[in-house]
């Protein structure tokens, strides 16, 4: 899966989470828009779902194991969490870390 | 004279009167008696003297009632272990220090052996010396080992010399659990008659209670769930049916309301017990309430902290293998988290089980009763999860009828979801099991059994 593979999937599974809120459902989904906080796109709860969606879906594509939300993305000193970009970034490096190890 | 001439009065006041049907076939009191004087004198021959520690190996057959109740007259320290705990069988008999085991086979032949053993615990020699009979029970460990609770069986006895209906009951909790035990005593002290079943497949039970006209049916929220979705109460006739009583584990109140349409007939009634504290009596408001008033004669109750707090006169002695957990008053926290309406109380669900999302509590039996309703959806158990976002997040494992594409079946979930719960309980996660999600004693079974070895085959 290369990043914009990961891009697509983040925008489609947001897609889906966002149907059932019409307040924000067809908002446009792009690099920078906003995740969680200020202008967010997610509360709390369904930035949780969003996170866990996209590990089932990736670990089931790529026979991976890997986890988005842990200590270590908690740690981070800018939250991956932030933006569409910035997700898309921290998955991307999640998955070539995964690939060392196993290499 | 015995603990239980009392019964044994009773018995023969009924000779005639079958007190089970065992595949398919009745065993009259009369039967019962002459079998109990036999094992007294099997018992003799062998020389099992009072206040030895027997396991009895058996399930609920007309032999291993009538030694059963040689075994209490007798004094001595019952130790029932059934088929459903057989890997744990050797680790129960040495945590109860068994001196005899007295096995009887599915054919009804019974073999006697003795073990090496001396009893050391303190509790049981306590009891030994006051020459009353025990009864010793394993709780299920859903929550982590098993823990051996001793009772003295006199205080268990006690309730039962209130003579009440004489009714046909049909067994379904094992006999090595209090449920079991207490259905047992209050049939036989009502010198009532026990149908027993093979197999717990809602089918064969249904097909019980038409063909022997059972008039109580002691279960389980998990089968009344199953009896719903097999349909096996079209297939049957349960007119019969004068009391269904549930217990073990919270009722999802759809399950309850299904329930109460296809059994119109039925008294509907909570039940109450802890291996640690035996069966209150107990009384639901309505049918189809799950408000229910718990006590009785024996038992006071208090609320601390929304959880229920026992004090009985029946409470075990305590634990043979971990520390007593009474407080210095005698009050048992049963660990239930309830809510209050005046003299009735709600059962939430464990305290332990509670899922505690950024500081907001779900109970898995809650939202468990909600997915049920969901097309396509067999089965469902929710359990928490920890999560570095919110603490911990709903995970809920799904049993399906037909398969379904695991994405697109997230989707269903939260669109079902969103009008009928509080966003926090909507499970974030949401996985598709192959495996069946309930115990031997159909106990909804929240831990999830190892990663590695087993045949939890999960779709994420």
Redesign the interface.
């Known amino acids: 899966m290369n990043r914009s593979d990961v891009m697509d999937l983040i925008v489609t599974t947001l897609q ?2 966002l ?2 809120d019409p307040a924000r459902a067809g908002l446009p989904i792009e690099e920078g828009t906003r995740l969680y906080g200020p202008e967010g796109l997610l ?3 369904r ?3 969003l ?3 996209l590990e ?2 990736i ?2 594509r790529m026979d991976t194991a890997i986890t988005i ?3 270590r ?2 740690s981070q000193q800018r939250s991956p969490f932030r933006s569409v970009g910035s997700l898309a970034d921290y998955i991307v490096r999640l998955l070539a870390d995964e690939q060392q190890q196993a290499a | 004279m015995g603990c239980l001439t009392w019964l044994f009065e009773r018995f023969a006041n009924e000779p005639s009167r079958n007190f089970m049907i065992w595949r398919d076939q009745p065993y009259t009191y009369a039967w019962l008696i002459e079998r109990v004087r036999e094992w007294e004198t099997r018992l003799d021959a062998a020389d099992v003297a009072p206040g030895t520690v027997v396991a009895l190996e058996g399930d609920y057959s007309p032999q291993v009632v009538a030694l059963m109740l040689a075994l209490i007259e007798r004094g001595t320290i019952l130790v029932p272990l059934t088929a459903s705990v057989e890997v744990h069988k050797e680790e129960f008999k040495q945590i109860a220090e068994v001196q005899v085991v007295i096995a009887i086979d599915t054919n009804e032949q019974s073999s006697i052996s003795r073990r090496p053993t001396e009893v050391r615990n303190d509790l049981t020699r306590k009891l030994i010396a006051s020459g009353d009979p025990g009864l010793v029970l394993f709780s299920s460990g859903s929550t982590g080992k098993s823990k051996a609770a001793l009772h003295n069986f006199i205080g268990l006895l006690e309730k039962f010399k209130t003579p009440r209906h004489s009714m046909i009951t049909l067994t379904f909790l094992l006999l090595d659990h209090i449920g079991g035990i207490n259905t047992l005593l209050y049939v036989l002290s009502n010198t009532g008659c026990v149908v027993t079943v093979e197999d717990r497949d809602p089918d064969k039970v249904c097909a019980a209670i038409e063909r022997h006209r059972v008039e109580v049916l002691p279960t389980s929220p998990t089968f009344l769930n199953l009896l719903l979705i097999s349909e096996a109460y079209k297939r049957h006739d349960l007119s019969s049916l004068k009391r269904v009583t549930y217990g073990t584990e919270p009722m999802p109140e759809h399950t309850l309301q299904r329930i109460h349409e296809i059994l119109p007939q039925a008294e509907l009634l909570q039940t109450y017990g802890l291996s640690e504290i035996g069966i209150m009596r107990s009384k639901s408001r309505s049918s189809n309430s799950l408000w229910v008033k718990v006590g009785g004669e024996d038992f006071e109750t208090r609320i601390q902290d929304g959880t229920l707090w026992i004090k009985a006169r029946s409470a075990m002695l305590g634990y043979l293998n971990a520390p007593s957990p009474f407080d210095a008053d005698g009050w048992f926290n049963t660990g239930d988290a309830v809510e209050v309406d005046g003299e009735y109380i709600r059962i939430l669900g464990r305290t332990s089980e509670i899922i505690n ?2 500081g907001q509590k779900v109970y898995p039996a809650e939202v468990e009763s909600v997915l049920l309703q969901m097309p396509n959806v067999r089965d469902v158990a929710v359990t928490g999860e920890p ?4 603490g911990q ?1 709903v995970v809920a494992r799904f049993n399906l009828f037909e398969p379904e594409d ?2 697109q079946f ?2 269903r979930v ?2 079902f979801c ?1 009008d009928r719960m509080a ?2 309980k ?1 499970p ?2 949401i996985l598709i099991v192959e495996n069946e999600q309930y115990s031997q004693r159909f106990k909804k079974m929240r831990r999830q059994p190892a990663a590695t070895g087993g045949t939890n085959h999960e779709s ?1």
């Open positions: 889906d989470l149907a059932s509360d709390s709860l930035l949780v779902s996170v866990l969606d089932q879906e670990n089931d939300a842990d200590s993305a908690m | 999302v950024g999560n570095p976002i919110t997040i695991v994405a997230r989707k939260r669109d969103r966003a926090f909507i974030a996660r994420q």
